[in-house]
């Protein structure tokens, strides 16, 4: 039985005066992978980034409708954005490690906000594990992360997200900046964490999609323009502008 | 037409040619005049730096003896307009960087920083007798005097702090806040101490000045003459910018005491160096982590 963890419910979202999401309302599934495809511009990557509400840290931006995340407007007064990351986790385009040792890039979210209970050494051993980097990196924790490759770097962002124990992991072209040796390694990851979390992934590569995700939602100028299966969203779509975009006639 | 182009492109190196010389010439000309200037003051004080003159205080009306007072009373006022200035100054950065809006108050409060650079520092001297010295009941103090020299520094620092801010790649802002830290934290863990290397660097700038001015320190600090050394931050010194001052205009025999005001300047200029070296060692010292 499949449980939604994230609604959507006729979301508008504004840049200034500029309408970036015209009216989207859609179900992310629970410990399933979810693709956002479509071409630049289209709103993935806003809609990603409304989901654990950093798009509030632009100036002049604003929402309408609402997200419930386990049933509960994310976006209602009161709520406290930051307790809203800490359930729901990000991993970026670029991979972008602090400045710092690998164990203290693990430990720093867990550490200053308190959610690490009990073994510190143990959580960033698991999370690292978790993120099949631990093997290449535990001679080499104290090194400054800086030193590793973009997609060592990449998986460290991704332990680092997950030492938070987050319910959903929100993921923003990870792959984009790796060769595609790191893309494989990052998604056959991604298979193995459906496991565990809820994966939304936003994704220009749409061989990506195809293999990792179980749904995949088309976005076009702000519209969700149609979301099901991701083999039938692959195969057979139910509209024309999807199918273009998939098979490249435009995008 | 082959020719011509051959010219073209000779009158185009002629022209790179000529513009490098310039860019270069301008860079010499400047690394001259500061050579000739520290060459000078070696030259001339040269002859008065001793072990005495730098441990001993001036004896026989200022004309004869050491400094050891005026060194040790810059030293305290450098420091303490740095313990007023800078965590004002970072404290002022951030607001500006990480949690004010632009908008209107922004804009007028980034205005007067600017005008409070371009502020002359007599006037500074004047507000710090007025209000630290006088209103307050300072007195003429170390603490008079550092509150003066911290307030001139200030937007030396702020502009510098800013700038160190916003060099902090966004996208660690971005990492830390995503994985639920809190904003301050983010600031406090994150974002200052990447941004401590450049402030430092630009405040030692302010630095240097601050032990460098006479006016501010002349109405709210400064002793003509005290051998006594200060027992606690409510006390005159003597400065060394203060004490070249009034070696060179009005002293009781200034020509006799020429190499004192030479060695005194030349103790003054590596006081400052000394200081700024210190910052750059810490600054090394931070930054041995900094790639990005």
Redesign the interface.
């Known amino acids: 039985m499949d449980t939604d963890i994230i609604k959507l419910d006729k979301v508008n979202f504004y840049y200034g005066p500029s309408r970036a999401l015209t009216d989207i309302s859609m179900k992310f599934v629970k410990s399933k992978v979810t693709a956002l495809i479509g071409p630049s511009g289209c709103g993935k990557s806003t809609l990603l980034r409304l989901l654990?509400r950093?798009n509030d840290?632009i100036?002049g931006t604003r929402v309408e409708g609402e997200i419930l995340f386990e049933g509960k407007n994310i976006y209602a007064p009161g709520v406290d954005p930051?307790?809203?990351?800490?359930?729901i986790?990000?991993v970026?385009q670029?991979p972008?490690?602090?400045?710092?040792t690998i164990y203290n890039n693990i430990s720093?979210?867990p550490k200053?906000?308190g959610?690490a209970t009990g073994d510190l050494d143990a959580l960033v051993e698991q999370s690292l594990k978790q993120a099949v980097l631990w093997d290449e990196v535990r001679d080499i924790l104290n090194k400054?992360a800086?030193n590793l490759s973009g997609g060592q770097q990449q998986r460290l962002?991704i332990a680092?997200?997950l030492a938070?124990k987050p319910d959903v992991l929100l993921m923003d072209e990870p792959t984009s900046a790796l060769d595609p040796i790191s893309t494989a390694k990052i998604e056959e990851l991604i298979e193995e964490l459906k496991k565990s979390y809820t994966i939304i992934i936003v994704t220009h590569n749409m061989q990506q999609a195809a293999r990792i995700s179980d749904e995949t939602a088309f976005f076009y100028i702000g519209n969700l323009i149609e979301y099901n299966k991701t083999e039938k969203i692959f195969t057979n779509p139910d509209v024309k502008q999807t199918e273009d975009y998939i098979t490249g006639r435009f995008g | 037409m082959l020719a011509f182009k051959m010219n073209y492109m000779k009158w185009r190196y002629f022209k790179q040619g000529v513009f490098f010389m310039l860019v270069r010439a301008s860079a010499l000309i400047i690394t001259l005049a500061l050579g000739f200037i520290l060459a000078y003051i070696i030259y001339n004080g040269i002859s008065a730096i001793s072990w005495d003159f730098i441990t001993k205080p001036p004896t026989d009306s200022m004309t004869k003896g050491g400094i050891m007072p005026a060194i040790l009373g810059t030293i305290y006022l450098t420091v303490g307009a740095i313990a007023v200035g800078l965590p004002l100054g970072i404290a002022s950065a951030i607001y500006l960087t990480e949690y004010a809006r632009e908008g209107r108050v922004i804009r007028f409060l980034k205005v007067g920083i600017n005008c409070l650079a371009g502020v002359p520092s007599v006037v500074f001297g004047l507000f710090g007798l007025g209000f630290f010295v006088i209103f307050l009941k300072f007195g003429s103090s170390i603490l008079s005097g550092s509150l003066t020299l911290g307030f001139l520094i200030l937007p030396t620092i702020i502009g510098a702090s800013e700038e160190a801010l916003k060099s902090v790649p966004q996208t660690f802002r971005e990492a830390s806040l995503s994985l639920g830290v809190s904003k301050w934290q983010t600031i406090y863990r994150i974002v200052l101490p990447n941004a401590l290397p450049g402030i430092l660097t630009g405040s030692i700038l302010g630095i240097g000045r601050a032990a460098g001015e006479t006016a501010p320190i002349m109405f709210t600090a400064a002793a003509y003459f005290t051998a006594k050394l200060p027992s606690s931050v409510f006390d005159e010194v003597m400065a060394l910018p203060y004490h070249i001052y009034v070696l060179a205009t009005a002293g009781t025999n200034i020509e006799a005491t020429r190499p004192i005001q030479f060695g005194t300047v030349l103790v003054l200029v590596a006081v400052v160096l000394g200081i700024d070296l210190f910052a750059i060692v810490i600054r090394g010292y931070m930054r041995r982590n900094k790639r990005w």
Do not use: H, Q, W
């Open positions: 654990n950093m840290l100036d930051v307790e809203i990351r800490r359930k986790g990000m970026f670029k972008n490690p602090f400045p710092k720093y979210g200053l906000t959610a400054s800086m962002c680092r997200a938070m």
